[in-house]
């Protein structure tokens, strides 16, 4: 079974011939098949990846929580036959054991699903549609002082094996803002050191050009150096190299997200900082850092590679002391 519709030339003014403008798709389904959700779910996956270009985390991820529901509900149930009342009881069951934001991502996840089969003509109303997504709790993300950030990049040292590479890790991490993901699938030919830019590939595959700090770029080109070492060292080995990845490992593979949010951890704990270090705090840090000093929004945006400027927004948790010192500074009634 297929999610694409049958498709009709019904009325071609082309003739014989195929219609230059493509197939018309027809609206009208077997009614006598039958759309369970064990046969609509792997198909379902398959669109989001290929159509809508999500990652494979991002899959799994919507994968999971639709495997939930379909279990509570029943995989061989029609989705025609799906109605509010049940998604309510779903909802209801997840309350007990689960967080706020669990219950509204599993939502999200069925949400998108079912508005899908919506424009598909698979169903013909959306039983999600009239259930509210729980109120959720607002939690302030970690961002660092300017001066945590430059205590944390100075962390790696000589003693350090690998001290140039996560100098460089770091340093990439608060120049750039990129995300822990993009920063792992960097390939060296997306750095062009003489512009000074970095060509990122993030979520639904959309390529942005994000700007590089000469320190990040010096703190790469000392570990680079490094690198050609370990490639070397597994071609000695008999092994594959790996030529495309800027950052490796000991065994001259690709870091993985995990071990860079490990590298962030340790130097973070080593730095004395309080608060619990990850990559995102580092691109949280970025986008605060960039608004106190005057940035706009949009171009924190462009930085950031988000789609909607709702989401920027959550970066602009500015201290009260630098909104009353803009004020000031800004607004014509604010001097008397």
Not at 31 to 54: A, C, H, N
Request: proline share 5%; with cysteine; glycine share 6%.
């Amino acid at each position: 079974m297929s999610f694409q519709k049958n498709m009709s030339m019904v009325g071609c003014p082309c003739g014989d011939n195929p219609c230059l403008r493509g197939p018309k798709r027809s609206t009208r389904r077997n009614i006598s098949m039958s759309y369970t959700l064990q046969d609509l779910l792997p198909q379902f996956s398959r669109w989001l990846s290929v159509e809508k270009g999500y990652s494979l985390r991002t899959v799994e991820s919507y994968g999971r929580d639709l495997v939930e529901f379909s279990t509570f509900v029943d995989p061989g149930y029609d989705v025609r036959q799906i109605e509010p009342r049940i998604v309510r009881s779903f909802v209801y069951a997840l309350n007990g054991k689960n967080k706020g934001s669990s219950v509204a991502r599993k939502l999200s996840a069925l949400r998108t699903f079912f508005r899908h089969l919506l424009r598909e003509g698979i169903i013909t109303h959306d039983p999600i549609a009239s259930v509210a997504t729980p109120k959720q709790e607002k939690h302030m993300p970690v961002f660092l002082t300017v001066d945590e950030v430059f205590s944390l990049l100075e962390m790696p040292g000589n003693e350090d094996v690998f001290g140039a590479r996560d100098r460089a890790i770091l340093e990439i991490l608060y120049s750039t803002g990129v995300r822990v993901a993009e920063l792992a699938a960097l390939d060296l030919d997306r750095l062009d050191a003489d512009e000074g830019m970095l060509r990122v590939t993030g979520k639904g595959n959309r390529e942005r050009l994000v700007p590089v700090g000469n320190p990040a770029l010096e703190a790469l080109s000392r570990y680079l150096p490094q690198r050609t070492l370990l490639i070397r060292e597994r071609i000695a080995r008999g092994e594959a190299p790996e030529n495309k990845a800027v950052f490796l490992n000991h065994r001259g593979l690709r870091l993985t997200t995990r071990s860079i949010e490990r590298i962030v951890k340790m130097y973070s704990q080593r730095a004395g900082i309080a608060a619990r270090v990850t990559p995102h705090a580092l691109r949280h840090s970025f986008a605060t850092h960039l608004l106190e000093m005057g940035a706009d929004l949009r171009t924190v945006q462009e930085l950031l590679g988000h789609v909607s400027l709702s989401t920027t927004q959550r970066y602009t948790h500015l201290n009260m002391d630098h909104l009353s010192e803009v004020y000031d500074r800004a607004h014509p009634k604010a001097k008397r």
